[in-house]
């Protein structure tokens, strides 16, 4: 599983630096107009929300061509805990975007729980229960629709590695509806 999230890792590099290049040398128009710059909101889950449900500010910032970043701040919530993340969306396309995000936030919750067995009552009895965040670094692929009106649709699709534990590597998924203003 992990030689398959690393492929899928190595591919999306490749995959944005071609989209990267083609953008540079075939743009036949910028996009530098008001319609594509300013800032937006969304709500939705995933790794750009810090957990299930959340809610993010944007940035949208038009580069040469067809090309595009955004800068993303998202606050969530997960099962039992609230969670961040920020993070950078480079995008090709004016309206039907691929995506590529790259960013630092909430990976999953990590729940631990002892018990101790006391003989006189013949009962387990709870010692310790804590619940913490795990943070990491993660890389999506996606795909956003952005209407000539300002909504959003945004999916992707990717890996994210906890940074306490290297070894750790999981899926990351990002799902959103916005509206850039």
Known sequence: MKKVLRLIA????????????????????????????GFGVSA?????????GGCALEY??????????????????GPEMAGGAATIRYSYGVYNRFITDVSFGKIAEESIEEKEYNPSTGNWRTIRDETSNQY??????????????????????????????????????????????
């Open 10 to 37: 190595d591919f999306s590099v490749l995959l944005t630096v071609c989209f990267i290049i083609s953008g540079s040398v075939f743009a036949a128009e910028d996009i530098n107009n008001e319609q594509f710059s």
């Open 44 to 52: 939705g889950f995933g790794q750009a929300y810090g957990g299930i």
């Open 60 to 77: 949208y910032m038009p580069l040469k061509g067809y090309h595009s970043l955004t800068g993303i701040a998202g606050v969530g919530y």
């Open 136 to 181: 990491g670094p993660s890389l999506l692929l996606g795909y956003q629709r952005m209407t000539s009106f300002g909504l959003t649709f945004t999916i992707a699709l990717g890996a994210c590695v906890d940074i306490e534990d290297t070894s750790n590597i999981y899926p990351a998924l990002t799902l959103g509806l916005g509206y850039k203003f």
